[in-house]
């Protein structure tokens, strides 16, 4: 779909769909470790200088032409609402106001992309100087590439989960590495011991299905550190658990990081995929041991 201009002749309007959750989207809008990297028509790149996506903050940056010319912009952000909307004032020349707006439906993401110029002859020679119809989209042809590249590159990062509890270090420690206390809140370990080499299994799983999880302790600085090999008998593939303590005061803050997933294989019923691994986690520090620290 190519931008079409509205009776006004001054405003620009462009709609694209994406195969990416709404929460992808989003980041990748919001984010200057993101935006930099596809912001802009074919051949730029960008500097971003300060982005607080708030109303009223500012968004500054500096667009880098192909040709070695240098587009600063200043912008302020008048509407944030996430997942749903949003607008900025493009205070500096040429003045216009952009909204973005986000819906989602399944797995899929439209975005609704709105310029609105001050006037007719501004919005003509923007067209006509810089090619702002066909900048807007090759803007959002960059975001596409940029976004299937970054799912992909997220397929091999490893799972990471903080959680803080209000729980001195010491506790906090014993919850996760001694086998009584990691009965009330982990598995029910056979035997476990804080000591690297130290082999144990356990089984788990859901919906009628187990699997026999096999571990070994690779690491450990008391206190501190804990980290484990992590694999299940009669599959390949091989992972490893951390967690990492951090004392803040009277609390503790729990740094888990799960590696090697995507080594597991593909299985019908998808219990090795990635997200049961960021939901199961996810729930242990969120629920289960917060539950039993803090209770």
Same mark, same amino acid.
Request: charged share 25%; with cysteine.
């Given at each position: 779909?190519?931008?079409?201009?509205?009776?006004?002749?001054?405003?620009?309007?462009?709609?694209?769909?994406?195969?990416?959750?709404?929460?992808?989207?989003?980041?990748?809008?919001?984010?200057?470790?993101?935006?930099?990297?596809?912001?802009?028509?074919?051949?730029?790149?960008?500097?971003?200088?300060?982005?607080?996506?708030?109303?009223?903050?500012?968004?500054?940056?500096?667009?880098?032409?192909?040709?070695?010319?240098?587009?600063?912009?200043?912008?302020?952000?008048?509407?944030? +609402?996430?997942?749903?909307?949003?607008?900025?004032?493009?205070?500096?020349?040429?003045?216009?106001?952009?909204?973005?707006?986000?819906?989602?439906?399944?797995?899929?993401?439209?975005?609704?992309?709105?310029?609105?110029?001050?006037?007719?002859?501004?919005?003509?020679?923007?067209?006509?100087?810089?090619?702002?119809?066909?900048?807007?989209?090759?803007?959002?042809?960059?975001?596409?590439?940029?976004?299937?590249?970054?799912?992909?590159?997220?397929?091999?990062?490893?799972?990471?989960?903080?959680?803080?509890?209000?729980?001195?270090?010491?506790?906090?420690?014993?919850?996760?590495?001694?086998?009584?206390?990691?009965?009330?809140?982990?598995?029910?370990?056979?035997?476990?011991?804080?000591?690297?080499?130290?082999?144990?299994?356990?089984?788990?799983?859901?919906?009628?299905?187990?699997? #026999?999880?096999?571990?070994?302790?690779?690491?450990?600085?008391?206190?501190?550190?804990?980290?484990?090999?992590?694999?299940?008998?009669?599959?390949?593939?091989?992972?490893?658990?951390?967690?990492?303590?951090?004392?803040?005061?009277?609390?503790?803050? +729990?740094?888990?990081?799960?590696?090697?997933?995507?080594?597991?294989?593909?299985?019908?019923?998808?219990?090795?995929?990635?997200?049961?691994?960021?939901?199961?986690?996810?729930?242990?520090?969120?629920?289960?041991?917060?539950?039993? #620290?803090?209770?």
């Amino acid at each position: 779909m190519e931008p079409k201009s509205s009776n006004t002749q001054r405003e620009l309007r462009l709609s694209r769909t994406f195969n990416a959750p709404i929460s992808l989207v989003w980041e990748v809008f919001t984010t200057p470790d993101h935006i930099k990297n596809w912001w802009g028509p074919n051949g730029f790149t960008n500097t971003i200088h300060k982005m607080d996506v708030r109303p009223g903050g500012e968004w500054e940056f500096i667009m880098h032409g192909p040709d070695g010319k240098d587009y600063p912009n200043s912008n302020v952000f008048t509407e944030v +609402v996430k997942h749903e909307r949003i607008v900025f004032d493009h205070v500096s020349a040429p003045h216009h106001i952009t909204t973005i707006t986000f819906t989602a439906s399944g797995g899929e993401t439209t975005i609704e992309w709105h310029m609105i110029f001050d006037s007719k002859e501004e919005f003509e020679q923007v067209v006509k100087t810089y090619k702002a119809d066909e900048g807007l989209v090759q803007n959002l042809e960059k975001l596409k590439v940029y976004m299937a590249s970054d799912a992909e590159a997220k397929k091999d990062a490893p799972v990471v989960v903080e959680r803080t509890y209000n729980a001195p270090i010491d506790m906090v420690w014993e919850a996760i590495s001694n086998r009584d206390k990691m009965a009330e809140w982990y598995f029910d370990l056979a035997a476990f011991m804080p000591e690297v080499g130290f082999e144990f299994s356990f089984t788990g799983g859901k919906d009628g299905r187990e699997f #026999l999880h096999l571990c070994k302790v690779t690491k450990v600085i008391p206190g501190k550190v804990l980290a484990y090999t992590w694999r299940y008998d009669g599959y390949s593939g091989s992972s490893e658990v951390t967690f990492e303590l951090f004392e803040e005061g009277n609390n503790t803050r +729990v740094k888990l990081t799960h590696t090697g997933i995507e080594t597991f294989p593909v299985i019908p019923h998808k219990d090795l995929a990635k997200e049961n691994f960021v939901a199961g986690w996810t729930h242990i520090l969120g629920t289960s041991l917060k539950e039993y #620290l803090e209770k």
